[in-house]
Every structure is written in structure tokens, then in C-alpha cells.
């Protein structure tokens, strides 16, 4: 069966992007288009990763995060943020809520698909 991961981006183009990639890989992808829209998205089905943008509308990718962790279904949910931010700050903010991996956009297929391997859960 495949492993599904939720994307979650407030630019359709770049989910689109990630989506072809991920589905060329054999994988099963979710859209959120920011956290809030996401969070309604995760409701008890198997999520065996996430990625996800840091500034977004309504939820921002790191309050996301926070969100996530709290859920009993996702608190071990790996996360990578995919993200144009590439200030240490904003990484160990990302880290301390909780994701796993950071991807600085633009990304390369290879390396987002080289993270997601290391990361999805079995």
C-alpha cells in the first residue's frame, strides 16, 4: 500500500510541484493550503509524513507544527519544512516545534525525495 504524505503550501504551483514529484515516487499526497486548512485534513487517517511551507496565511508552518504534535494520531508524524527561510533562528524555531528536516526552496526533486526516504514513517 502506499505511503501517503500531506503537503501543505499556500502556493498551489509549488504544491503542485512536490505533488508530481512525491506521486512519481509512488506515493499517496493530501493538499493543505495552510495550516488551518490542513489541520481539518488530518482526521485520524495515516499520515506517514508531512511538508510543509513556514509563511502561510491564516496558520503559519511552525504554529502548524505545534498544532500537529499535539494530535495523538501525529505527534510522531515526521515533518520536513520546505521553505525559502534559511535563518537559523527560524530553523531552531522549526526544530523546537517539532520537524525533523528543513528544505530550502527552490528545492531539487532528488534531495526532497532523499529527506522524505530518510524520514517517512515505516
Not at 501543505?8 to 506515493?27: E, K, P
Not at 502561510?56 to 519544512?81: E, H, R, W
Request: aromatic share 4%; with cysteine.
Amino acid at each position: 500500500m502506499a505511503k501517503t504524505i500531506m503537503i501543505v503550501d499556500d502556493s498551489s504551483s509549488v504544491r503542485q510541484v512536490i505533488g508530481i514529484t512525491l506521486r512519481g515516487a509512488g506515493y499517496e499526497v493530501l493538499e493543505g493550503c495552510d495550516g488551518k486548512d490542513a489541520l481539518t485534513k488530518l482526521d485520524g487517517r495515516k499520515v506517514h509524513l508531512i511538508i510543509s511551507d513556514v509563511n502561510m496565511p491564516n496558520m503559519d508552518g511552525i504554529s502548524f507544527v505545534k498544532q500537529v504534535k499535539q494530535l495523538a494520531n501525529y505527534k510522531f508524524t515526521p515533518v520536513i519544512m520546505l521553505t525559502t527561510e534559511s535563518a537559523e533562528e527560524k530553523k531552531r524555531e522549526g526544530q523546537a516545534a517539532g520537524a525533523k528536516a528543513w528544505v530550502v526552496k527552490p528545492f531539487k526533486p532528488d534531495v526532497l525525495l532523499n529527506a522524505v526516504q530518510k524520514l517517512i514513517l515505516p
